[in-house]
């Protein structure tokens, strides 16, 4: 298992600048979850104030390749194959908890789960599935 502080590095070393943007931080993992947050702020939110499902989508990704980073116990090159997401609920004025769990990882292909939540009132507002290529 990795520390925080090593999965925290990897969103600046392997992942777009505008990823980074996001603000991501690295809030716990155990062997086989991790979970970020997602900060809310004015860029990230639509009409209304409500948290984009584009901002949730790019988290839910860096999420789980996180989550294959810790699994692994080091970086894999892979590429999303798959996401399917369901929005459960709108999120505004919190930020938002991104748990990406690995359900298996083979030699090709990984599988995740993803729940986002808000971080205050820790109500489900998106549950995605991931497949990824292991390159």
Request: proline fraction near 4%; include cysteine.
């Amino acid at each position: 298992m990795m520390d925080a502080d090593t999965l925290q590095a990897a969103v600046h070393e392997y992942f777009a600048p505008w990823v980074q943007a996001l603000g991501l931080q690295v809030a716990s993992l155990d062997s086989q979850s991790v979970t970020l947050r997602l900060p809310q702020s004015p860029q990230l939110s639509r009409v209304g104030g409500m948290l984009c499902g584009q901002a949730m989508m790019a988290a839910a990704d860096t999420a789980m390749v996180l989550a294959l980073i810790n699994h692994f116990g080091a970086f894999k090159p892979c590429t999303t194959v798959q996401m399917n997401s369901s929005f459960l609920k709108p999120l505004s004025n919190q930020d938002a908890l991104v748990e990406a769990r690995v359900v298996r990882a083979g030699k090709s292909l990984a599988f995740g789960e993803i729940d986002i939540r808000g971080a205050d009132d820790g109500k489900s507002i998106c549950r995605a599935t991931t497949t990824y290529a292991l390159l």
